[in-house]
C-alpha cells in the first residue's frame, strides 16, 4: 500500500523488484494518464494533469515533475492517492513516487525523451524560462499601482471609492456589515461567509462597497485581487493564448482574498470553467471569495448551475433601493465634497430634502444633481431655491424613461407579498395558496414587460403559453369585480415601477 511521506513522496514497503526497461516505464506512465483521464474527466485532467510528466526513475521508483509549486503542491494534497492506485496497477513494480519541480519548460521534454530512448541525437539547449505576467495584487507596503499593462490581472482600484464615504442605511446595512466583517478578520482566520454575494440594481452602490472593502483589506497587509468579470474572462483567454494559463491559476489562488464584480458579464464554458475551479480552490483553502452582480445568482441565466450554485451556498445580500433619509446622506456627504473645492457652494436643507424627494432612483444620478446645482451656483452666481433646484435637475426628473422590470423582480415581489417561495411560484403545486400568486405574478409579467406568451411561460417553469393567457384573462376578470384585489394590484406595480 503507498503511503505519503514528509518529502511530498508516496512509497510502500516492497521486496526487491527485478529491473525494467526506461521504455516501460515510460509506457507504464502513459497508461496511468489514460485511467486519470477516464476517471476524472477530460476538464480535470487538462487543468492538473496537462503538464504532469515522467522525468525519470528506476526499478522500483518513478520521478514525475510539474511546471510550478503551486501545482506540485495541489496534486500532492488532493490527488497523490490517486495517482499511486493507478500505478500499483500499472506498475507493480513501483514502490516509491515523487514529484519535484522542473527548471524549465523543455527539461521534463529531454528527460522524457531519455528514458523513452537511450541513446537520443544531440538536442538543442534548452530555452530560458520565460517570465510570468504580473500580478495587480495590492500590498500596504507597495507604492500605488502603476498604469495597468496587457500582463497584469487585477482591474484598477478608484481611490475615490473608500469605506469611509460610503453612506449607511436601512436598504445596504446588512451588506456593510458583512464586508466590514471581512475587512476586519485576521490574517489566519477563517472566513464565516464564503462565498459573499452581493446583488443590486446600477447605482445602489455594490461597487463602492467592493472597492472600498477591498482598498481597506489592502490597508492591513493581506494580498487582495479586484477583477471585474470582463477583466477576469480577458486574463484568461489571454493565458490560453500566451501558453501561460497555469501561470494564471497559480497568481488567483496565491491571494487571501478575491473580489470579483458585474458576474453577470461571466459568459463562455471555459471561462465559466475556470472560474468555477478558481472558487472551488479558494474556498477550500480558506481564502475569501466576495462576488457582486445585479441579480442573485440563482437569476444569472448566462450561469453554468454549477457555479450558481456555488455563489448561492455562501451569504447572498440585496442592496436594496435607496430610502429617502439615505438618499438626503448621500446628497450632503456629495455636497460636503463638492465644498472642499468650491468653499462658496451652499444648498439650503430644504433643498436637499426636495432634490431627494424627487430623485429616488439611485446614486449616480444624485451625484449628478448635485453637479448640476453646483453648475447653476458657480455659473450662474444667482440663489439655489427649491424652483431653481427644479430647473437644474429637469432632465434627471421629466425625461427619465420608466424603470425595466424584469420578470425575476416580479416574482420575489409578489411571493414575498403573498407569503409564498419563488420555487412554489415556479412549481406544479396547484394549491390555492400558490395558484393565485401565481396567476398575479403573470398578469404582472405581461401588463409591465414586453416578453411574449411564451416566454413568460418558459420563465415560469415552463409553462405553456395558454396556462398564462389563461391567468391574465382571470386577473383581469376579477380586478373589475373585486375592489380590494385591484388597489392590491396597483401597489405592486407601484413597487416595481419605482
Not at 395558454?466 to 384585489?485: F, N, S
Request: one cysteine or more.
Amino acid at each position: 500500500m503507498f503511503k505519503p511521506t514528509e518529502d511530498g513522496r508516496c512509497g510502500r514497503d516492497a521486496s526487491p523488484v527485478p529491473s525494467i526497461a526506461l521504455s516501460s516505464l515510460a509506457l507504464g506512465w502513459d497508461r496511468v494518464q489514460r485511467r486519470l483521464r477516464a476517471e476524472l474527466g477530460e476538464d480535470v485532467f487538462a487543468s492538473w494533469f496537462k503538464c504532469l510528466e515522467l522525468s525519470g526513475g528506476s526499478a522500483d521508483q518513478i520521478q514525475l515533475s510539474v511546471p510550478t509549486k503551486f501545482l506540485k503542491n495541489w496534486i500532492q494534497q488532493h490527488y497523490l492517492e490517486r495517482i499511486a492506485s493507478h500505478i500499483a496497477q500499472e506498475m507493480p513494480g513501483i514502490a516509491r513516487i515523487s514529484i519535484v519541480m522542473r527548471a524549465t519548460g523543455s527539461a521534463a521534454g529531454a528527460a522524457r525523451q531519455d528514458m523513452a530512448s537511450p541513446a537520443p541525437a544531440a538536442r538543442k539547449p534548452a530555452a530560458e524560462p520565460q517570465p510570468k505576467p504580473a500580478m495587480a495584487i495590492a500590498r500596504r507596503e507597495e507604492a500605488p499601482v502603476a498604469p495597468e499593462s496587457d500582463n497584469q490581472v487585477g482591474s484598477p482600484l478608484d481611490r475615490r471609492l473608500v469605506l469611509s464615504s460610503f453612506q449607511v442605511g436601512r436598504s445596504n446595512v446588512m451588506a456593510h456589515a458583512a464586508a466590514m466583517q471581512i475587512v476586519q478578520a485576521k490574517p489566519a482566520e477563517m472566513p464565516v461567509f464564503n462565498p459573499l454575494f452581493v446583488h443590486a440594481n446600477v447605482g445602489l452602490g455594490k461597487t463602492h462597497l467592493l472597492q472600498g472593502a477591498a482598498q481597506a483589506i489592502e490597508a492591513s497587509g493581506r494580498r487582495v485581487l479586484y477583477l471585474t468579470a470582463e477583466r477576469f474572462m480577458y486574463g484568461f483567454a489571454a493565458s490560453l493564448k500566451a501558453q501561460t494559463a497555469l501561470a494564471f491559476k497559480e497568481q488567483l489562488r496565491g491571494i487571501d482574498v478575491l473580489v470579483i464584480d458585474d458576474a453577470q458579464f461571466l459568459h463562455g464554458p471555459k471561462s465559466q470553467q475556470e472560474f468555477c475551479h478558481t472558487l472551488n480552490a479558494l474556498i477550500d483553502s480558506g481564502k475569501q471569495v466576495v462576488v457582486a452582480a445585479d441579480r442573485p445568482p440563482t437569476d444569472l441565466e448566462g450561469l453554468e448551475e454549477r457555479v450558481q450554485s456555488r455563489l448561492a451556498g455562501g451569504l447572498v445580500v440585496e442592496i436594496g433601493a435607496l430610502d429617502e433619509a439615505l438618499r438626503v446622506n448621500i446628497l450632503e456627504a456629495r455636497i460636503a465634497a463638492a465644498k472642499l473645492l468650491h468653499p462658496g457652494f451652499e444648498v439650503l436643507p430644504e433643498v436637499v430634502a426636495h432634490v431627494a424627494r424627487l430623485i429616488t432612483t439611485n446614486g449616480r444620478d444624485l451625484e449628478g444633481a448635485v453637479n448640476r446645482l453646483l453648475a447653476r451656483a458657480t455659473l450662474t452666481g444667482g440663489m439655489l431655491d427649491v424652483a431653481t433646484a427644479d430647473e437644474a435637475i429637469r432632465d434627471l426628473v421629466r425625461h427619465r424613461e420608466p424603470k425595466r422590470v424584469k420578470i425575476e423582480d416580479i416574482q420575489r415581489l409578489v411571493a414575498n407579498h403573498y407569503n409564498v417561495s419563488r420555487a412554489d411560484i415556479l412549481s406544479s403545486r396547484r394549491t390555492a395558496t400558490v395558484v393565485r400568486p401565481r396567476q398575479i405574478a403573470m398578469y404582472l409579467a405581461k401588463s409591465l414587460t414586453l416578453r411574449s406568451l411564451p416566454e413568460i411561460g418558459r420563465r415560469f417553469g415552463g409553462r405553456d403559453h395558454t396556462t398564462v393567457l389563461h391567468a391574465v384573462r382571470k386577473i383581469e376578470g376579477m380586478v373589475v369585480k373585486d375592489q380590494e384585489l385591484a388597489t392590491e394590484i396597483d401597489h405592486l406595480k407601484r413597487m416595481l415601477q419605482e
